[in-house]
């Protein structure tokens, strides 16, 4: 589901979260945009539970750029079409850790439609969200260099681990996404 062209952060999560609502005790895993939609629905949904990678749970983990680009957004001004077309300089220029990563960063950006990406690049640096930490389990990695890792709080440290740790180190993401399930389901009961 898209979203529209001028919808907030909040009111997007919102429509995301629609069959979320009605389950009992749900639990949604987001991964960087989507850590964050799931960290923004913790606030309006009480008995949602967030597992979140490679992600940031309030604007105060955003790296300084993010923070910049609230202040001045001339990521407006970007049209469309350039977004895609400038990801591999936008690459470059982070430095990303290895081909693997790059790869994925690039793909990441060709793969996705413009006008949501547009909307990203807009929504990522004016999100005001903080979601409920209580009810936040975060996996991160401390080679993140989309969301550096030394401006996140309180998450399950994946040593080495990038911003693509869910493609290039997938069996342990996912062995510790199992462990933190587990916490959750011993919490509940």
Do not use: C
Not at 88 to 96: E, N, R, S
Not at 170 to 179: A, F, H, M, N
Request: hydrophobic share 40%.
């Amino acid at each position: 589901m898209l979203p529209l062209r001028k919808e907030s952060f909040k009111s997007y999560a919102e429509r995301l979260a629609e069959p979320i609502r009605k389950a009992k005790n749900p639990v949604v895993i987001g991964v960087s945009l989507g850590g964050m939609l799931a960290s923004e629905m913790t606030t309006f949904i009480p008995q949602m539970r967030a597992i979140i990678i490679s992600s940031v749970k309030s604007p105060e983990e955003r790296p300084t750029l993010l923070k910049i680009g609230r202040i001045l957004p001339l990521q407006r001004l970007l049209p469309e079409s350039f977004i895609k077309k400038g990801t591999w300089f936008w690459g470059q220029a982070h430095k990303q850790v290895n081909k693997n990563d790059f790869y994925y960063f690039i793909k990441m950006f060709h793969d996705q439609d413009e006008r949501f990406l547009k909307w990203a690049i807009v929504h990522i640096p004016r999100w005001k969200g903080r979601g409920v930490h209580d009810r936040i389990h975060h996996i991160h990695g401390d080679k993140d260099e989309l969301f550096p890792f030394q401006y996140i709080k309180d998450a399950h440290l994946v040593k080495n681990g990038t911003h693509f740790m869910v493609y290039t180190r997938g069996k342990e993401v996912t062995q510790i996404i199992k462990t933190e399930l587990s916490r959750i389901e011993q919490d509940l009961q």
